[in-house]
């Protein structure tokens, strides 16, 4: 025997304030339901290009200085653990900066940090291309 409970279907709401509560949730969760899917502020902050020349110039800056000291610091640790100083270091330093060259290169590309270098709107015409050609 299963108890009555379980048997029992939602019953409707009968009188207005009831009616007009479950319209109020529904019309807020549709609400927030559009809201999720649009873009976060923080999002399209990160990928849209720098709004003044002196934000650009601080990018482009910390781009190459912090491509160098990475490139850096990973010779040097590698000439210290392998004893082969400063010929790996040196071949860091010059792989850093053509990280850094290319990261400063993308940026003034456009392609900021789109994925598999595309730019974001090229990048969605490929998606509907492929999509045609499949049908």
Do not use: C
């Not at 649009?38 to 999002?43: E, G, R, T």
């Not at 910390?62 to 004893?83: F, K, M, N, P, R």
Request: proline share 7%; no cysteine; aromatic share 6%.
């Amino acid at each position: 025997m299963q108890p009555e409970d379980s048997k029992k279907t939602p019953v409707p709401p009968q009188n207005i304030e009831e009616k007009q509560g479950l319209e109020d949730i529904e019309r807020r969760v549709r609400e927030l339901r559009e809201e999720r899917r649009k873009p976060s502020k923080l999002s399209m902050s990160i990928k849209a290009p720098p709004s003044s020349a002196l934000r650009l110039a601080f990018r482009v800056a910390v781009e190459l200085v912090s491509a160098l000291i990475v490139g850096a610091i990973i010779g040097w640790s590698l000439d210290q653990w392998l004893d082969t100083r400063p010929w790996i270091m040196l071949v860091f330093v010059v792989l850093g900066g053509a990280a850094g060259v290319l990261n400063v290169y993308r940026l003034a590309s456009g392609f900021g940090y789109a994925t598999s270098y595309q730019k974001p709107e090229a990048e969605g015409q490929n998606h509907q291309d492929s999509d045609t050609k499949e049908r």
